[in-house]
């Protein structure tokens, strides 16, 4: 641990800089960054993410004895820049701080901040006095009292009970029929105040703090204890944001944008963070605080003159009405517009990306509270890096591993089918908060959306607005509709953020805690009801949904990804059609071919099931002729599909069990299907029963003791290869084994299948090129993947059975325990979802080691789940694996991921 645990910034200098992230928060060091390229920032500190690790070792009073000193010379030089001073002190005007949380990645809304910090009875005379704003002066004696009762001393609404600050704010209110807070005069302000600090003392046992520095300790150790806070941990969670990084604790001078009509603030991009358009945008308020922008109560107004008219045209404002009533800042402060404008290009040009920023004008000055980068849908994250990247602003290398490989999702995720559209009906329209199309059934919680969605329902999220609280709800649901809030609302950052379909402020639009009515009709709990993200618009009922094509920047994205990867990416396919589509999504052929998901359609589970039935070999081989045809032409097709590209079949791999019916009813018609008594079918399903079927007679071990049927399996594919050769195509079949453990059971899958390639070769009188190779999925073959590879050409790792095998979770039964592991720490993601490193990830790079020592030029590939995850693909790349292999829709995701593991690993 360093020992500074303090830096401050201020008047053009700085002790941070930019590329201190990991100790001062992304917003410490941007701070920091901003002032030393001149960029007006008021004056503060950051203390360290490594004083937040020490407070949750060694708490509180340790801490503050290890920091006091350097946070009491910091706030000195913090009253130096700003020519105030902390407290009331004689003739000086006093210096009033915000506390804020600052993480290594930007946590929205997650932790705990306090404004107007300083303030108490002395204070806010002095400021009232020396501003000549007394009801700005009292009014932000109120907030403070309100925010720091509850953020630090924990005075908040109890269940189902309303927040008692607000109930003495909606008393005044109600006396003297005001309509909004805006009309208290100063002398509802002192009773509120007054009201304030009884509430306090009532609900927290204890009097408000009136000296500042034990309202700054205060809200110091209430942003350390809120990273440790139920949402904060979800986040977290969610967003594998490491629980040790901690948060850096901000201190900085307050700067009012609610000093009257010649202030202001706003939330900026330097782009569009929706479409990546290049168009600065963003939302401001005159005379109003940064939560009132970004909390929805009251519309922002657009800040550039271009939005502020599409703002217009899309909400049906005249130009009459929006010039008047809700002009941009462009046109309400042009000479302030035109510093800001210059700002925000010096910021996005420093760090050659899209910037967040948020902005307060006092009393005619320009400030900036915040920069950093800004978050951004799959469809802006694409067009931003393509377009930086031809404007010079970034290289090659930068565009490809900026991206985040699982947005790319966001841009296969489903549009409103056209014909379904063209019928369905408007209700409204509102801001195109998140993009992409959903449809659901209509619940008023975020309790509820959990508890739908649990039991397989689809759910919309229809809110009020939302907050922190909802996120579980938000995650849960299909799309997210509320009845306020601009494009910066929570509702639109952290569903973009997730991307999730929202819309946001939808006009007409009314929301209770238990309905919902547009235009005056009503809908309730269950309705369906659906959203389009991108246009904003709501419709009624259920609306089909297609997926989109891939064109454009995704094509040069791809390509991009394509010129600097090492590995290829394949896919998991089954059928032509599958194999078809992740073909023009870009994989380089089938990594994995499950034969056996085949056998369900049509009348292919009749001829199997006769196999099964059958009493000796005689009977078997006659079912399996049956099949033969079958799967010769299903090979086919996926041979053909996948022309000139590598195709690996895998033999049969389930138990056999799995292929027939566990009632009585279907019992019978198998037993009349297959002309025999139902008493012999029973007596058949019960002899297949097993304890264990994940580890009883399945895969390698169904071919070794009916060697029928991989014989079968073989002259199949090497008849339909044999086929396409002549008729003059490339077909490249790999024909895997599974599930083996020793090489013994390869070795005489092996024999099998040449021999039958042999025959087949010599009756056809055509010869293909073909390979013999195996799973490595148990790890008793991990281990001695070095005798497996004197007999296979290739190891495909078969990271779903490795991971139940090696951990000993069973994969159908670990959805009961594996939630609560990750809840409490144990495990820090699904191990079936995200490869283990630690340990199953050793095996596979046992296997890749031995296999290579004794075949050098044996192929490396996975086609577990793990091989569409962007982490595990950084796995498979540094083990020097040849290819992964995901499933079609995921094939650009591994595509970017594999071609982001080699740049960083180069
Ligand atoms: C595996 O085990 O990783 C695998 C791909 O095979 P399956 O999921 O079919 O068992
Ligand atoms: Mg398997």
């Known amino acids: 641990m360093s020992t500074k645990y303090v830096y401050t910034f201020g008047d053009g200098k700085a002790e941070g800089k930019a590329d201190m992230k990991n100790l001062l928060g992304g917003k410490g060091a941007n701070l920091a960054e901003m002032n030393l390229i001149g960029v007006p920032v008021p004056a503060g500190f950051t203390i360290t993410t490594e004083v937040c690790t020490e407070y949750n070792k060694q708490g509180r009073d340790a801490v503050v004895a290890m920091i006091k000193d350097n946070v009491e010379a910091s706030i000195v030089k913090t009253e130096e820049a700003m020519n105030a001073k902390f407290g009331a002190n004689g003739d000086a005007f006093p210096l009033l701080i915000s506390v804020r949380s600052g993480a290594r990645v930007s946590m929205p809304g997650m932790m705990d901040t306090v404004l107007n910090l300083g303030m108490n009875d002395e204070t806010v005379k002095i400021i009232a006095e020396k501003s000549g704003a007394e009801k700005f002066a009292y009014d932000s004696y109120r907030r ?8 630090v001393m924990g005075v908040e609404a109890e269940n189902g009970k309303h927040d008692p600050f607000e109930l003495v704010l909606d008393k005044v209110k109600s006396d003297n029929n005001y309509a909004s807070d805006a009309e208290m005069t100063v002398a509802d302000l002192k009773t509120v105040v007054a009201e304030f600090k009884k509430v306090v003392k009532e609900n927290a046992g204890q009097d408000f703090p009136t000296n500042p520095w034990d309202q700054l300790w205060g809200a110091i150790c209430a942003v350390f204890d809120s990273w440790n806070t139920e949402r904060a941990i979800l986040y977290r969670r969610m967003e594998q944001i490491p629980d040790e990084w901690g948060t850096a604790v901000n201190v900085q001078a307050m700067v009012y944008g609610n000093m009257g009509e010649t202030s202001a603030t706003g939330v900026c991009f330097s782009r569009d963070a929706a479409t990546g358009e290049d168009l600065f945008n963003g939302e401001y308020l005159i005379n109003a605080q940064g939560e009132d922008v970004v909390s929805g109560v009251r519309t922002p107004q657009e800040i550039t003159l271009i939005g502020s008219k ?43 990306d899209m910037q967040d920023m948020e902005f307060t004008i006092q009393d005619g000055k320009l400030w900036m509270l915040q920069t950093r980068n800004g978050k951004r849908t799959g469809a802006a994250m694409v067009k931003m890096a393509v377009d930086m990247l031809a404007e010079g602003l970034i290289d090659e290398k930068t565009a490809v591993l900026r991206l985040e490989p699982n947005k790319l999702d966001e841009l296969l995720h489903p549009v409103f089918e056209k014909s379904a559209i063209a019928s369905a009906k408007v209700l409204s329209k509102g801001l195109p908060a998140s993009p992409g199309a959903a449809t659901g059934k209509i619940v008023f919680s975020a309790e509820d959306a959990e508890e739908w969605s649990d039991r397989g329902e689809k759910v919309i999220l229809v809110r009020r607005e939302t907050s922190p609280e909802d996120l579980k709800g938000m995650y849960a649901a299909e799309g997210i509709l509320t009845e306020r809030g601009g494009m910066t609302s929570h509702a639109a950052v952290v569903a973009r953020g997730m991307g999730k379909c929202c819309v946001s402020s939808a006009a007409g639009i ?40 891939l064109d454009g920047d995704f094509g040069k994205i791809m390509d991009l990804a394509e010129n600097n990867t090492r590995m290829y990416v394949r896919t998991n396919a089954d059928t032509p059609a599958d194999a078809k589509t992740a073909r023009e999504f870009g994989a380089k052929g089938i990594g994995l071919c499950r034969t056996e998901h085949m056998f369900f359609e049509g009348e292919r589970i009749w ?16 079912a399996l002729d049956k099949l033969l045809p079958i799967q010769r032409q299903d090979f086919s097709g996926i041979l053909e599909a996948m022309d000139g590209l590598g195709v ?40 297949l029963h097993e304890f264990n079927p994940m580890l009883g007679h399945r895969g390698c071990r169904l071919g070794n003791t009916y060697p029928e049927i991989t014989e079968m399996q073989a002259r199949a594919i090497i008849e339909a290869a044999c086929d396409l050769k002549a008729k003059g195509l490339d077909p490249k079949p790999e024909i895997m084994v599974p599930l083996i453990g020793t090489v013994k059971e390869l070795k005489m899958q092996e024999g099998i299948i040449r021999e039958t390639a042999a025959k087949v070769f010599e009756e056809k009188g055509v010869k293909v090129d073909y390979m013999v190779g195996t799973m490595i999925e148990i790890p008793r073959a991990a281990v001695t993947a070095d005798e497996i590879a004197e007999v296979a050409e290739f190891f495909s790792f078969g990271t779903n059975d490795l991971t139940q095998m090696g951990f000993g979770y069973s994969r159908d039964d670990a959805g009961k325990f594996l939630p609560i592991y990750i809840r409490k720490g144990i495990l820090k993601n699904d191990p079936f979802q995200v490869l283990d490193q630690d340990g199953i990830g050793q095996l596979v790079r046992m296997g890749c080691e031995k296999g290579k020592s004794t075949r050098p030029n044996i192929k490396l590939g996975i086609c577990g789940e793990h091989g569409g995850e962007p982490s595990s693909v950084e796995f498979c790349n540094s083990v020097g694996m040849d290819y992964v292999s995901c499933s079609p829709f995921r094939v650009p995701i591994a595509r970017l991921a594999a071609a982001q593991a080699n740049l960083k690993q180069n």
């Open 510 to 549: 009314s929301v209770t805690p238990s309905a919902l009515k547009i235009n005056g009709v009503a809908f309730k709990e269950g309705d369906f009801i659906s959203l389009n993200g991108t246009t904003g618009e709501v419709y009624e009922g259920k609306v089909a949904t297609i997926t989109p094509t």
């Open 310 to 352: 599409r703002w217009a045209e899309r909400n049906g404002t005249s130009e009459e009405v929006r010039a008047k009533d809700f002009p941009s800042l462009e046109e309400a402060m042009p000479e302030l517009y035109n510093e800001l404008n210059a700002v925000q290009e010096k910021l996005e040009n420093h760090y050659h």
């Open 144 to 151: 403070f009292i309100q925010m720091y009762g509850g953020v």
């Open 607 to 622: 001829a199997i099931r006769e196999m099964i039935l059958a009493e000796d070999l005689e009977g078997r081989k006659a």
């Open 648 to 687: 690996t079949i895998r033999l049969l791999d389930p138990p056999l069990h799995e292929f027939t019916p566990n009632d009585a009813a279907s019992q019978a018609e198998m037993a009349e299907k297959l002309g025999v008594d139902v008493e012999v079918v029973k007596a058949k399903v019960e002899s």
